[in-house]
Structure formats: C-alpha cells, structure tokens
C-alpha cells in the first residue's frame, strides 16, 4: 500500500517554478515552501537582451554568469533544472511546456511592467515580489493618503513602520537628515580610497565569456558579485572598509576613481543576491556598535530604504503611461561623447565615460549631474537616455532608470516626481570635482570658445523652456538670474555652436 502511494507520486507532474534573471536568491517567494520532489526550476536566458551588443559586456555577463550559477546551487540541492536559451520569455516559457509535463508553472511577480503583463499572459501562477520592504501595492495605498508622494515623507514612514534607525519614537542621532554633513568637495590630498576583492573567474565564467564577443566596454574584471557569497564579502567590506567615508564625499568626484566610498551594492540588490533588508540591518549595527558615524549611516539608509524603493513605487504606479513622457519635447540622440571613449574634450564627460567603460558603473552624482545634467539642458531624447543607461550601467533596470531618467534628470514627467529640474552648469562640476583643472573648458565661462558647455546650456535650457518652467515656484531664483543676464544673446549664440558639436561629436 506503501509502495503505490510512493510511485503515484513521482508519476505525479510536476510543477514548475519560473525564475527571473533578477530573481537570484534561496528565498524568493516562489521558492518558499517548494521540494525537488514537486518541483523542476525554469530559467530562461532571453536572446532578445543577450544579443544586444550595445550593452555593456560586464553586464550581460552578470545576468549570464549569476543565473548559471544560482542554476548550479539549485541543481545540487537536488532540483531538476530546465536552463533553456529563447528569444523572448514567452517563447521560452512555452518551449519548457511543450518539452515536459507541467501541473502549473509558478514565478514571483517580474520587476518590470511589461514582463508581468506576459506572464499574466501565459497563465502563469504570480505569488508576490518579496524582494522590497515595501511592495508596490502597499505604497501605492500609501500614496492615497497624500497629495504629493514626496521621498522624504516616505522615507520617514519607511523608518518608523520599520524600526530602522529609530531610537523609539524618534530618529538616532537627533534628525530625520544629515545631508549637509554629506557634502564635502573632493579631498585633493592623493589619499587611498578603500580596497575592494575582484573575485575571480571560474569554469562558468570562463565558460560565458567564450561566448560574449563585440560587446561595448572593457572584458568584466571580477568586480560585479555573480553569487550571494560573493555579494556577503561585497557587503562586509563596504560596511567595515568604505561606510564612515561615504557619507562625507558621497557627492565628490574624482578623475582618478571611479567609486571613492561608494557601497557598490546596488547591482547585488537589483538582481537579489542581497536583500534590502540584510544590507541595512549591517549597516544600522555598525552605528550601534559606535563603528560608523550617523552622517555616513543615516546617508546610505536613506539611499535604500528610501531612494529605492521610492522609485520602485513609482515605477507601478505610474507605468505604463510613464515610460513615454517626455514634457519638455527633448528629441535630441545620444550623442557620440557618450557613446565612445576618447570623444569629447569635455574632461568630466570623458573621464565618466572611462569609468563607465571600465567598470559598467559610475557613482550617482557622476550619473545625475554629468549625463544627466547634459542630457537635461541639451535636450536628449528621455526614451533614447534611459535605454541608454539601461544597456551600459552595471544595476540598470527598466523599473530603476525610468523614475530616475524620466523624472529626476530630464524632467520628462513635468515635476511629477521631482519638484524641479536638476540643471546645473559648470560651477557645481568645479566645486565637486577635480576636472575643471585639466579641461580645455573654463567652467566661469558662458560665451566664446572657451565656455564651459554645461554653463552655456543652462542658461540656453532656461531661455528655451522659460513658457514650460517658469511658472514653477522652486525656480524664481534661476530665472530672476536668467533676466538680470546681460549677454544673453551671446550665451544663446555660444549655447547654438554646442549643441551642434555636440551632435557631431566635436565637443
Ligand atoms: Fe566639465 Fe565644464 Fe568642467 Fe570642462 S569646464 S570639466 S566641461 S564642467
């Protein structure tokens, strides 16, 4: 009687848990509770992204290398894994139906839009994303309780529901904010700036690079974590090596490096080999334990807890309209300084691109007040920028680039999301960096040859958009400036020479 009930069981079909390439963690939900007895793992490598050879060869890599090897954990933990190539999810995900029998095909609910709508599609079983602290449902009910979804309010309410650096009712240390403690322009004494492991490769990872011909960027070094193990020292040598510097030069640039202090976290949380919640937990015990200060930890947090899963939010609940807002009729391409190394006299633009280039990656500041800033005041294509930065950034993702492309550096959705534009010329690049020194460019220049581009275009970006902007409250002061200029005409002439080189790529 024993025996029959034995085999009815492994006669029984079973079913399949869909894992997404972004998915790359033991406790995704749709793994909670599953046996191998039951359940046979679906992974499918989309032809449609690996083929691009537009992105960033680090990044394909990545995707490639941590699927393989999150395959591999699972094959040894006794699972029947079914690791197919497919042009598209869909055709993947039929193919896998087609080729055994499936009682029911489960997969955690996609981070992007469109990839949810096709497993809907496909009658595919979704269980909830648990891979934030705070699911799109539930801000989005946070959001009916405002009229405005500022971050910082947000963000507060994401500290206090969830007791993160919280000492009671009230913030440690004293103040929701330290941000003016994280602006310190860039030391210039040569000083080291902490070490991090480049792991190396092994037989997977050779094994996919055999593969990964005529992709844009440098050949990947071992700096991108490919497995949670990996991604554990990342954490551990952030939190004990890099986190007391981060909060003070968070902001800085440097031509010479390419991340200072920052964490380099977020490739590691954006396809979930960490999880938000461990990163941050980490990172409040190194304040407890008096080994960090509050500047550096209430700074990183609020780039989590807050930053990220404020977009997160926004990205549901604005898509899908949201990705093809483009409020100020931007429809210049990418220009060629972008694009290639070596193709812009423009120092800070040139040197991030080397960054960019060798590492998939620059820092924050270097994304939103260079490319960003460019894109902005030169009027890049919104649509064009995001995908732009989707295929050459390291932790790009659909729901992570559109908020921060679309909304905070081109001002594309009209101050839906930030309450100005970030425009800034060159001064601000000066006071934060080393590359005004060795550019052929002076950033206090605003006419002639010699005008640093990014200050001609801010005042050009005023002028051309003065009907849409200058009703915005926030920005009396820019264009009570604009007004009191007195070689406008000039500024506009010299604005017209570098839009035009910026196109041909002469800048
Ligand atoms: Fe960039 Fe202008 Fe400074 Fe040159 S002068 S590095 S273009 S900000």
Request: proline share 5%; net charge negative.
């Amino acid at each position: 009687m024993q025996d029959r009930n034995v085999a009815k069981t492994q006669q029984a079909p079973k079913s399949t848990v869909l894992i997404l390439g972004d998915q790359i963690n033991r406790d995704i939900a749709s793994l909670s509770g599953k046996s191998p007895l039951e359940t046979r793992i679906l992974f499918v490598e989309l032809g449609t992204k690996v083929q691009k050879k537009e992105w960033h060869v680090q990044k394909v890599h990545l995707l490639l290398s941590a699927m393989q090897h999150f395959a591999e954990e699972l094959r040894s933990e006794g699972y029947e894994v079914d690791y197919r190539r497919a042009d598209t999810l869909r055709d993947g995900v039929s193919a896998h139906m087609d080729a055994f029998e499936v009682a029911n095909v489960i997969a955690m609910e996609p981070m992007n839009w469109n990839g949810k709508r096709v497993l809907e599609d496909l009658n595919v079983e979704l269980v909830k994303n648990n891979q934030f602290l705070c699911h799109y449902e539930e801000f989005a009910k946070w959001t009916t309780t405002k009229n405005k979804f500022r971050m910082e309010d947000f963000y507060r309410w994401q500290r206090k529901r969830l007791d993160i650096l919280m000492d009671g009712v009230t913030p440690c240390g004293g103040k929701w904010n330290f941000d003016h403690e994280n602006r310190e322009r860039p030391p210039r004494d040569g000083r080291e700036w902490p070490q991090i492991t480049f792991f190396e490769n092994d037989e997977i990872d050779d094994r996919i690079l055999q593969d990964l011909d005529g992709y844009w960027g440098a050949p990947p070094k071992g700096v991108w974590p490919v497995t949670r193990a990996q991604a554990h020292i990342r954490l551990d040598e952030f939190v004990n090596g890099a986190l007391t510097a981060f909060g003070p030069y968070e902001d800085a640039m440097l031509s010479k490096e390419w991340k200072l202090a920052h964490s380099v976290l977020s490739s590691s949380l954006n396809i979930g080999l960490l999880h938000p919640r461990e990163v941050v937990r980490a990172v409040e015990n190194a304040y407890t334990n008096g080994d960090a200060p509050i500047n550096s930890v209430e700074g990183f947090i609020r780039q989590v807890i807050g930053w990220r899963e404020y977009v997160w939010g926004l990205y549901w609940l604005w898509m899908p309209e949201y990705k093809s807002e483009n409020f100020l009729d931007a429809d210049r391409p990418i220009p060629p300084s972008f694009l290639e190394q070596g193709e812009t006299d423009m120092s800070c633009i040139s040197r991030a691109v080397d960054h960019l280039h060798e590492f998939a990656y620059t820092h924050h500041i270097e994304r939103l007040m260079l490319f960003g800033n460019l894109a902005l005041t030169s009027g890049i294509n919104p649509q064009e920028m995001t995908e732009w930065m989707h295929s050459r950034f390291i932790d790009g993702a659909e729901w992570v680039m559109l908020p921060n492309v679309i909304g905070m550096a081109t001002f594309a959705d009209g101050g839906k999301m930030a309450t100005k534009p970030y425009a800034s010329g060159g001064a601000y690049i000066n006071k934060m960096s080393d590359y005004c020194s060795d550019c052929v460019y002076d950033p206090k220049k605003r006419t002639g040859d010699k005008a640093c581009p990014f200050t001609s275009l801010y005042w050009d970006f005023l002028a051309r958009n003065e009907k849409q902007l200058s009703g915005n409250p926030r920005m009396g002061q820019q264009f009570g400036g604009l007004r009191r200029l007195s070689d406008l005409g000039d500024v506009r002439t010299r604005a017209v020479d570098v839009l035009a080189q910026l196109d041909e790529g002469t800048l």
